[in-house]
């Protein structure tokens, strides 16, 4: 058994979570609760869901461009995993922070691009070449589209023995996702297409929505049949994409990838084209792996996060001692109320107001504590409460129960 300090354990599950890639940039959904400013500007609350709630950081630098922050607010927000270890607490430290409502469909996409890639869905070894002169295409779009008349106005100029079969799907809206799925199917179950065209013309993320849904990218995989995509225009980029053999940038682009040219020093520019563009898409893809895990090995070297744990270190520090200098506040004031107690009862004028006198000698001002001090006759000055009266010392009177002499 291992015996370990509380500060080297904590110092160790940081290590942990900093370490997993995952766990510094991902998006987190929940319900804002316990929400707190600093008085520097940072913000401190949780996020919770019906079973867990995580504590988050937003700095007050990563805050900018984050909307106002109330409790129960349905938020995501992007950031990076830690351990804070001067309390040993698990908390999110956070850099962005959106409406639940907006960027919704993102995160959709993003989930599931991840989990297919976790699958080996986009690996390149999967993906198959194309056949080189194709006898029968088919294609999967709308009928009515002008992506349609694209495809088939290509395909006649390149490849004009080329049989083109089109399976007429909706590809937008409600039940598009699912007829393109079927449309894929219907294809592979006839075993006559050589290549297959899925395609759309351009549109925003919601329209061509039914091409980033799970049934379809599924449908593509499952597919025998090599399949190009020419969904939207080139910046677009869908999960059926990523899934299949070849992605064109647009509906006609994925005709001319579909079928050669009849000139055959066309067909091998293409074709070494195709094999530098695959080349180059592997290279680049590796690439930026080892850029974000290079990336994240400096974000972990870098001073920054000791100076965030500071910064949270400070804010603390700061209020324990606001509490500490209050606490010593409130100590004095009282131990002054009760030194002020205790000189008032102490004062001389307390007892002048019982009653009291204070006696003097005229000439020289002593203070007449004895009888032995005043022969008959001498002048005295007598202080009571309210003033000062002078006086002259008479015969001395014997205590009570004495003999007078």
Same mark, same amino acid.
């Given at each position: 058994?291992?015996?370990?300090?509380?500060?080297?354990?904590?110092?160790?599950?940081?290590?942990?979570?900093?370490?997993?890639?995952?766990?510094?940039?991902?998006?987190?959904?929940?319900?804002?609760?316990?929400?707190?400013?600093?008085?520097?500007?940072?913000?401190?609350?949780?996020?919770?869901?019906?079973?867990?709630?995580?504590?988050?950081?937003?700095?007050?630098?990563?805050?900018?461009?984050?909307?106002?922050?109330?409790? =129960?607010?349905?938020?995501?927000?992007?950031?990076? &995993?830690?351990?804070?270890?001067?309390?040993?607490?698990?908390?999110?430290?956070?850099?962005?922070?959106?409406?639940?409502?907006?960027?919704?469909?993102?995160? %959709?996409?993003?989930?599931?691009?991840?989990?297919?890639?976790?699958?080996?869905?986009?690996?390149?070894?999967?993906?198959?070449?194309?056949?080189?002169?194709?006898?029968?295409?088919?294609?999967?779009?709308?009928?009515?589209?002008?992506? &349609?008349?694209?495809?088939?106005?290509?395909?006649?100029?390149?490849?004009?023995?080329?049989?083109?079969?089109?399976?007429?799907?909706?590809?937008?809206?409600?039940?598009?996702?699912?007829?393109? +799925?079927?449309?894929?199917?219907?294809?592979?179950?006839?075993?006559?297409?050589?290549?297959?065209?899925?395609?759309?013309?351009?549109?925003?993320?919601?329209?061509?929505?039914?091409?980033?849904?799970?049934?379809?990218?599924?449908?593509?995989? !499952?597919?025998?049949?090599?399949?190009?995509?020419?969904?939207?225009?080139?910046?677009?980029? @869908?999960?059926?994409?990523?899934? !299949?053999?070849?992605?064109?940038?647009?509906? @006609?682009?994925?005709?001319?990838?579909?079928?050669?040219?009849?000139?055959?020093?066309?067909?091998?520019?293409?074709?070494?084209?195709?094999?530098?563009?695959?080349?180059?898409?592997?290279?680049?893809?590796?690439?930026?792996?080892?850029?974000?895990?290079?990336?994240?090995?400096?974000?972990?070297?870098?001073?920054? =996060?000791?100076?965030?744990?500071?910064?949270?270190?400070?804010?603390? +520090? %700061?209020?324990?001692?606001?509490?500490?200098?209050?606490?010593?506040?409130?100590?004095? %004031?009282?131990?002054?109320?009760?030194?002020?107690?205790?000189?008032?009862?102490?004062?001389?004028?307390?007892?002048?107001?019982? =009653?009291?006198?204070?006696?003097?000698?005229?000439?020289?001002?002593?203070?007449?504590?004895?009888?032995?001090?005043?022969?008959?006759?001498?002048?005295?000055?007598?202080?009571?409460?309210?003033?000062?009266?002078?006086?002259?010392?008479?015969?001395?009177?014997?205590?009570?129960?004495?003999?007078?002499?």
């Amino acid at each position: 058994m291992r015996i370990v300090g509380v500060s080297e354990l904590t110092s160790y599950l940081k290590s942990l979570l900093e370490e997993d890639y995952y766990l510094q940039d991902t998006w987190v959904r929940g319900e804002i609760t316990n929400y707190v400013q600093s008085g520097a500007g940072h913000r401190y609350f949780s996020v919770k869901d019906e079973r867990a709630s995580l504590r988050c950081v937003l700095f007050r630098g990563n805050g900018s461009s984050a909307p106002p922050l109330r409790n =129960g607010m349905a938020v995501f927000v992007h950031g990076r &995993l830690s351990v804070y270890e001067a309390r040993g607490d698990v908390q999110f430290y956070v850099d962005a922070v959106e409406d639940a409502g907006i960027g919704e469909l993102h995160l %959709r996409f993003e989930a599931l691009k991840a989990r297919l890639e976790a699958e080996g869905l986009f690996a390149a070894e999967r993906k198959r070449d194309l056949p080189r002169s194709p006898a029968v295409i088919g294609v999967v779009t709308s009928s009515s589209a002008a992506a &349609l008349r694209d495809i088939v106005r290509t395909l006649r100029l390149r490849c004009p023995l080329a049989r083109v079969v089109v399976a007429p799907t909706l590809v937008q809206g409600e039940g598009a996702a699912e007829q393109v +799925a079927s449309a894929i199917a219907l294809l592979n179950a006839h075993a006559r297409a050589e290549v297959i065209i899925v395609a759309r013309g351009g549109g925003s993320l919601e329209e061509l929505w039914a091409f980033n849904e799970e049934i379809v990218a599924r449908a593509i995989a !499952a597919s025998a049949i090599p399949v190009v995509t020419g969904i939207g225009h080139e910046t677009d980029f @869908t999960i059926a994409d990523f899934v !299949a053999d070849l992605r064109a940038s647009t509906p @006609t682009a994925a005709a001319t990838a579909a079928v050669p040219d009849l000139r055959t020093w066309r067909e091998a520019l293409y074709q070494q084209r195709e094999r530098l563009d695959q080349a180059v898409s592997v290279y680049l893809y590796t690439q930026r792996a080892t850029l974000g895990i290079r990336q994240h090995a400096l974000d972990r070297a870098s001073p920054l =996060g000791r100076i965030v744990q500071a910064r949270q270190r400070v804010d603390e +520090a %700061r209020e324990r001692l606001r509490v500490q200098m209050q606490n010593q506040l409130d100590l004095r %004031r009282e131990q002054l109320r009760g030194r002020t107690h205790q000189l008032h009862a102490l004062s001389p004028l307390l007892t002048l107001s019982r =009653g009291f006198a204070v006696v003097r000698r005229a000439d020289d001002d002593t203070l007449v504590t004895s009888v032995g001090q005043i022969a008959p006759g001498d002048a005295l000055r007598v202080h009571v409460a309210d003033g000062t009266f002078d006086a002259v010392a008479g015969e001395r009177i014997a205590p009570s129960g004495v003999e007078r002499k």
